[in-house]
């Protein structure tokens, strides 16, 4: 984290060299951004910037940190089509925020598409802090859907939580995968690498289906079903 030297500056000091950091690394990999150029912009002598951060990691990580809280907020105060939804419907409808905030904020989501894409050392510590961010709100929905009847009252809400994290962090390479989407294009670009926005919906969509339904339930219920009218052929039979 920046050190308190940062947070005594003036609100418009602060905000102004946060605006040309994010501005800087959303359009420059991490190699390549300038912290020179930043400061520079931001008209403070680069001696200062170091009484500010440690270094250019410290910076980053602080933007990340930034770029979740940001998203986060959007997303809680985001209104859902309907005053109450299930636990499912609602989830899957985040997911759609989410890919709504990227659309709309798209600097701070390409620091982020910078990590996991793009070339950085420090990737699994960027993809922590991102997953730290949301585990209590998602821990929270969990909960919520379990006292609705909507989850399962058996399941492990932390075990929910690392199983949606697992899932939604795997998207971020499935996506391009299935989509034939090229990641260096995706780090540099972002939302404007030619996404098809109809077909991360489609994939959203199976993504819940396996979620809600399972993979097993409906064949076990199918199974139960058959050897349910079998005992009651047999039971009838032997009536007769």
């Known amino acids: ?55 250019k990691k410290e910076l980053y990580l602080y933007l990340v940190d930034l770029a979740n809280k940001e998203k986060l907020a959007f997303m809680q105060q985001a209104k859902p089509p309907k005053n109450k939804m299930g636990f499912f419907p609602y989830l899957r409808w985040l997911f759609d925020v989410g890919t709504k905030f990227d659309l709309t904020h798209p600097a701070l989501s390409q620091i982020i598409n910078r990590a996991v894409y793009g070339d950085v050392s420090f990737r699994e510590e960027v993809l922590a802090m991102t997953q730290a961010s949301s585990n209590e709100y998602i ?13 399962a009252d058996d399941i492990n809400p932390d075990m929910a939580v690392f199983t949606i994290n697992t899932l939604g962090e795997g998207l971020r390479h499935y996506i391009p995968a299935q989509l034939g989407l090229d990641t260096e294009q995706l780090a540099e670009k972002g939302v404007d690498a030619g996404i098809d926005m109809n077909a991360i919906n489609q ?38």
Not at 7 to 30: C, G, H, M, S, V
């Open 1 to 55: 984290m920046p050190h308190q030297t940062f947070f005594n500056l003036p609100d418009k000091k602060r905000q102004t060299i946060t605006k040309f950091a994010i501005a800087e690394f959303a359009n420059n990999d991490y190699q390549n951004a300038s912290i020179t150029k930043i400061v520079k912009q931001a008209k403070i002598a680069k001696g200062s910037f170091y009484q500010y951060f440690e270094d």
């Open 139 to 151: 821990k929270q929905l969990v909960q919520n859907g379990i006292e609705q009847g909507d989850v």
């Open 203 to 240: 994939i959203y969509d199976d993504l819940f289906q396996i979620l809600e339904h399972g993979l097993g339930d409906r064949v076990i219920e199918a199974k139960s079903n058959v050897s349910n009218t079998s005992k009651k052929i047999i039971y009838d039979q032997s009536v007769i």
